[in-house]
């Protein structure tokens, strides 16, 4: 089985711009306990952890910080330089 893809980096920008979000907001972990119904350490590890985010996840705490989920997502990544698909590959 292959090793699940995980971009730490990214991970980072996502859990920073939640985190102050929540500070901005003075919305706490324990706010967003129980307005999510998900345990502490759940609520952890998606604003302060290191492991992996659920999409579900996240839109449930965008929905305790009442934030859109694109104003989480509003940062560009690099985008590699791909060969052509494979079906103009074939041609």
Known sequence: MAEQYIDKALLGVIREKLWKISNERRITLEDIEDRTGFSYSQVYRIVRGTNNISVSGLVAVCKAL???????FNFDVVIPKYPSVRKERKG
């Open 66 to 72: 009442e934030v859109q989920p694109s104003e989480i």
